[in-house]
Structures are given as structure tokens and as C-alpha cells.
């Protein structure tokens, strides 16, 4: 337990915000592993900023458990925290520190216990999967989910993603599509409003219209009823437009999401906006400028996790989790993508997701030592 700690205060020392690299942390590890004789395959971003890192204790067979936890963390600006983001700040029976819950104690637990799992001769392999940049989209993932989905001979059996569930089983999450709208209209002195197409306005004729359908989808609801909210979500999150009170501005651009319940016919909410777009807004901006667009990009698509009842990683990690029953959650995980490649996966990991991207993040030491415990099982499973 006491080496999940230093493992988790070595780790948020690093200031892995996602726009920042997260080599040094990477190869921190790597050398840990190595130093236990255990060689990683460390896959690079495009830009060699980045990387994930795969390592396999353990024979090279198939049928193991990954242990996946994303190596980014959320910023800190314009936070007002207490104590040092960066730097584990114990009080009472909890640590604090950005990623402590989100999610580097899942990762710190498993290096913590990575000298007895290298130790006990396991049968079935355990391995390690420490992304990059999942908090900006689940965008670094991929390489290394293509990575596993090659190595037939050693192609892992289950995937555990250790997001803060408090350590119990989840089987479903919501996916998530986010996208940037930028709506390109005329400048023009702001006394002649019949002469320009104000970008501003328009946006938030959108912005409207995204609330409507976001209201349409809460009717619809959910036919399980195991979210919360029960409901496909819509959100606009920035905007940004304007340069000045008496210009008209050419140029607004918002970002929003949605967070689609699975199953569900969520590809409504772009076409809704998308019809809406084209039949309203842009032929009323084009008989005063042709010229004026309204362009919509995918920014990130996280894919939900879909429930499977009584798959083999829901199963076990109930069992090794010593939990009865399934949680669904509103966040989105790597999960989904892991699940997409053809690996059962459930999400159990320590902390709280209502801890995760606030200043003062923290974990209970509680959740660290009920992780610790289960990762022994864990291995004791792999040994067995
Ligand atoms: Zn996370």
C-alpha cells in the first residue's frame, strides 16, 4: 500500500497535462520495467511528443488481463487549488493532487505490485496499457489497441480500463462526439445590420437549437433507464466570435458535444443539427452574402461501452472484485474503443469520478487499498 503512494506521488509529479509530453513519465516506467526485466513497447505519437507504453508480464500467451490507464491529466488553470497540483499533499485519509483520482492510482497501484507479479511465475499474463492524450478524445489509444489486436500468439483475453468507478464494476458508458461549428458571415458597421450577416447571431440561433434537440433527446430518455441522467446529452462548452461592440461579426466558432446513451440512435443529434443547418439558418445567411458557410468538424469520438451481460471480463472482475452487480456511468472511458477492437472490457478502478477535473482533486487512501487488494487477486488469479 505504502509503495502505491510513492508510485502515485512519483507519477503526479509529472505534469502530464494532456498538451503537454508525456515522455518523461513514460520513461520513468519503462525503466522500472526494464530494471524488472521486463522489456515495454513503448508506441510513439506521430510527432514523437507522445506515447503509450504495452508491457506484458508473463508468459507471451493469450488470454491475460490489461490493466489500461490513461497517462494524461486534465489543467489546472484558472483552478483554485489549496495545495500544489502536482505534488500528492496528504490530509486526513485522503491525497491530494491532480490525476490522483483521474486516474494515476490505478496505475500507481499495478507498478506498486508489478514486483510480485514479475515475481510469482503467473501462467497468464498480465499486462500493462498506459495511454496518452485520453482526455482530449481518447485520441492516443488507438495505436496501441492495434498493437494488441496484432500480437496473435499473446492477443489479451480481457481489459480492465481503471477509471474511478469507488472499485466497483462498470459495464456501460455513454459515448461521446464533440465538434467545433465555426460560422463564417460578412463584417459590416454595426448601424447597417441589413448589409452584413452577423456571425454572432446566428451562433446562437444555433446554440438554440442544439438546447431544443437537447430536449428532444431527454424525452426520448433511456429505455434502461441505468443512466444518470437517463437521457442522451447535448452541451456547447466554449464560444468564441467578435472583434468589436460596433462591428458586425463576421466570424463565430462554438464547441459542443454529445454524450449518446448506447444502443440508441444518437446519430440524431448531428443530423437534427445538421438539417437544421441547411434548411434554415445558411439559406437565410446566403441571400444577403453567398459567400457566408456554416462548417461543422468532428473533433473526437469516443465510442460507447456497450453492456454484455455475462462476458468473460464482467464475470471475473465481478468475482475478483467481490461485487454482485454492474454500474452503468455518464463519463465516457477508452473502453469503448478496446471493446470496438474485439476485447471484452469493464471499467473498475479507485476513486471518484465527482472528484475528477476539480481543483483539489483527491483519493481516498481506502480506494487505494481496496484497488491494491484487488489487483492482488488479481495477479493471485494469473498465478493460479
Ligand atoms: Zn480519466
Redesign the pocket.
Known amino acids: 500500500m505504502s509503495d502505491a503512494i510513492a508510485w502515485l506521488e512519483r507519477l503526479v509529479a509529472f505534469d502530464t497535462t494532456s498538451r503537454n509530453s508525456n515522455l518523461a513519465l513514460i520513461d520513468d516506467v519503462a525503466r522500472f520495467l526494464r530494471a524488472h526485466g521486463i522489456e515495454p513497447r513503448i508506441i510513439k505519437s506521430e510527432d514523437g511528443e507522445k506515447a503509450n507504453l504495452f508491457a506484458t508480464v508473463g508468459p507471451a500467451i493469450p488470454g491475460g488481463i490489461v490493466l489500461s490507464g490513461?497517462t494524461d491529466v486534465v489543467p489546472v488553470d484558472g483552478q483554485p487549488w489549496d495545495t500544489d497540483p502536482f505534488r500528492v499533499t496528504r490530509k486526513g485519509g485522503r491525497l491530494y493532487g491532480r490525476g490522483t483520482s483521474?486516474?494515476k492510482a490505478f496505475a500507481a497501484c499495478a507498478l506498486a505490485l508489478l514486483p510480485q507479479m514479475a515475481r510469482r511465475g503467473l501462467k497468464r499474463p498480465i499486462h500493462l496499457a498506459f495511454s496518452y492524450d485520453?482526455?482530449v478524445g481518447c485520441i492516443g489509444v488507438g495505436s496501441m489497441i492495434r498493437h494488441m489486436a496484432e500480437v496473435g500468439e499473446s492477443r489479451p483475453g480481457i481489459v480492465i480500463v481503471g477509471?474511478p468507478t469507488d472499485m466497483t464494476v462498470v459495464n456501460a458508458h455513454k459515448g461521446i462526439a464533440s465538434f467545433v461549428t465555426t460560422v463564417t458571415g460578412l463584417e459590416a458597421h454595426s448601424s447597417q445590420t441589413h448589409r452584413g450577416v452577423n456571425a454572432v447571431q446566428v451562433a446562437a440561433e444555433l446554440i438554440g437549437e442544439l438546447g431544443r434537440i437537447g430536449q428532444e433527446m431527454q424525452r426520448r430518455g433511456d429505455p434502461h433507464a441505468r443512466f444518470d441522467p437517463p437521457y442522451t446529452t447535448v452541451h456547447v462548452g466554449t464560444i468564441q466570435g467578435g472583434t468589436a461592440q460596433n462591428i458586425i461579426p463576421r466570424q463565430c466558432r462554438f464547441t459542443w458535444e454529445y454524450r449518446a446513451i448506447p444502443g440508441t440512435d444518437a446519430e440524431d443529434v448531428r443530423a437534427m443539427f445538421d438539417a437544421y443547418v441547411r434548411d434554415k439558418a445558411l439559406p437565410r445567411m446566403r441571400q444577403v452574402f453567398p459567400a457566408a458557410a456554416i462548417d461543422t468538424d468532428l473533433r473526437a469520438l469516443a465510442a460507447p461501452l456497450v453492456p454484455e451481460d455475462g462476458s468473460p471480463a464482467e464475470s471475473l472482475v465481478l468475482a475478483l472484485a467481490r461485487q454482485n452487480r454492474t454500474f452503468a456511468v455518464a463519463y465516457g472511458t477508452e473502453g469503448g474503443l478496446f471493446q470496438e477492437a474485439g476485447f471484452p472490457t469493464v471499467v473498475c478502478g479507485p476513486g471518484n469520478i465527482k472528484e475528477?477535473h476539480q481543483p483539489n482533486e483527491f483519493i481516498e487512501i481506502a480506494q487505494v487499498e481496496a484497488c491494491t487488494q484487488f489487483l492482488e487477486r488479481v495477479i493471485d488469479h494469473c498465478a493460479a
Do not use: G, R, S, T
Open positions: 490513461h483521474d486516474m485520453e482526455e477509471e475528477a
